[in-house]
């Protein structure tokens, strides 16, 4: 089992938002869903292993990760023709029996990688990989040696993520493209590790700006959790989404909002019955709740999910993620800018319990300007593969 362009009418959609009804498309005429498995990816029942889609740049190039027999974790890519370069970044482990090696997360549309890998020592280490195939490893300052994990790369090649530091604590960071770092921490963030239940601050995704999106849990007795935005010249603003529960709170551990180049962000919040729902937050600041028909009411189900649940928005408005069904099967939605909602589902996708389109842990959910989507999605066999949808 594996470790853990522009539009103007865009912003037009985005500023109303707000005020746009939701409503709800059975299916999408003319779509079509591509699924594939990496060449030496393991399929064998049952073990988790497979194909961990992360993300997808405008030019339809695919990066994510894949584990071998021997339970070894690659990076690959996936060209627009179908085609495979496997990768492994430097100083990762490949030893047999690993559960480590290279981790990609996101890649831009000039085709840089980011990610982290895991050396022999057990320790992650941040890493770019060029559109050339070559590699800066590195290590954020303070990560102490207890891990550097990057999240998203914009197309400057500035890369956000988090780090942990000597006692366990979660802490934002970001590379400028000149390898500088600037870290953070969310204002009132709580000061302890993830084994007393505070996993800090994290920055998941970024903007052609430099604006950051992200979240971290305060030092309030619950450790609640809060959406944070620091824009490019270090303001922090941070938000909770109104109707969000005071336990929960905006966001989850590993939950990475999607942010886009007009600064409208998609994620998810919990209500007082531990109800996941996902939002629009506009560029102005106003919410607007997304929840998707079909969608379970009860505690664990909903629009999102706990933890590690990506949601993605594209500069058009467009804006993919997870629901969890009353049987808490997975599946995906898209969101066009009018509101309407369509619901897609993988033919081979598992039907049971945290089975489905899309998947609560590994997984990627990633959208392209001209709306195709790349994901992973499980079959009933617990065996992970990618897909892609394209309207």
């Known amino acids: 089992m594996v ?9 037009l959609a985005l500023l109303g938002a707000s005020s746009i009804p939701i409503c709800f498309a059975a299916h999408a005429p003319g779509s079509r869903i591509i699924t594939f498995d990496v060449p030496g990816a393991d399929l064998t029942p049952g073990d988790y292993n497979g194909t961990y889609v992360q993300g997808i740049n405008d030019w339809g190039v695919i990066t994510g990760y894949y584990e071998d027999a021997n339970f070894v974790v690659h990076g690959f890519l996936r060209s627009t023709e179908g085609k ?3 990768f492994d970044a430097p100083g990762a482990d490949t030893g047999a029996n690993s559960n480590a090696g290279t981790f990609p997360n996101s890649i831009n549309d000039a085709g840089a990688v980011t990610g982290y890998l895991v050396d022999p020592s057990g320790v992650a280490r941040g890493f770019v990989r060029s559109p050339e195939g070559g590699f800066v490893v590195f290590d954020a300052p303070g990560a102490a040696g207890n891990g550097t994990y990057p999240r998203a ?3 400057e090649g500035a890369t956000v993520g988090y780090y942990l530091d000597s006692g366990g604590l979660f802490h934002a960071f970001l590379r400028a493209p000149s390898g500088s ?8 963030s709580c000061t302890t590790n993830g084994s007393e239940g505070c996993y800090g601050t994290g920055a998941l995704s970024i903007n052609i700006f430099g604006t950051v999106a992200g979240g971290f849990q305060d030092n309030t007795v619950n450790e609640v959790s809060h959406g944070l935005v620091r824009a490019p010249n270090g303001k922090f603003t941070a938000f909770e989404v109104p109707g969000g529960n005071t336990l929960y709170g905006t966001g989850c551990p590993g939950c990475a909002p999607g942010i886009n180049d007009f600064g409208a962000i998609a994620g998810i919040y919990t209500d007082n019955n531990y109800v996941f729902h996902s939002y629009l937050r506009s560029p102005q600041g106003k919410f607007t709740p997304i929840d998707a028909p079909g969608a379970g009411t009860g505690p664990g189900q909903g629009t999102g999910c706990s933890s590690d649940c990506p949601l ?5 408005g467009f804006i993919a993620g997870t629901y969890i069904d009353t049987n808490y099967a997975f599946h995906a939605f898209l969101r066009n800018p009018e509101g309407e909602l369509t619901l897609i589902d993988v033919p081979g996708a598992g039907s049971g319990a ?4 899309t998947c609560q842990y590994f997984c990627g959910l990633s959208l392209t300007q001209s ?4 994901g992973s ?3 009933a066999n617990n065996t992970y593969h990618g897909f892609l949808w394209v309207p």
Request: proline share 3%; charged share 10%; net charge negative.
């Open 153 to 155: 790369i914009n197309l």
């Open 181 to 188: 770092f600037t870290t953070w921490v969310g204002p009132g």
């Open 312 to 316: 993605t928005i594209n500069d058009l």
């Open 371 to 374: 709306g195709t989507l790349a």
């Open 354 to 357: 945290y089975l489905g389109t």
């Open 84 to 86: 495979y370069t496997s």
């Open 3 to 11: 470790l853990r362009t522009w539009a103007v009418m865009a912003s």
């Open 377 to 379: 999605y499980t079959d």
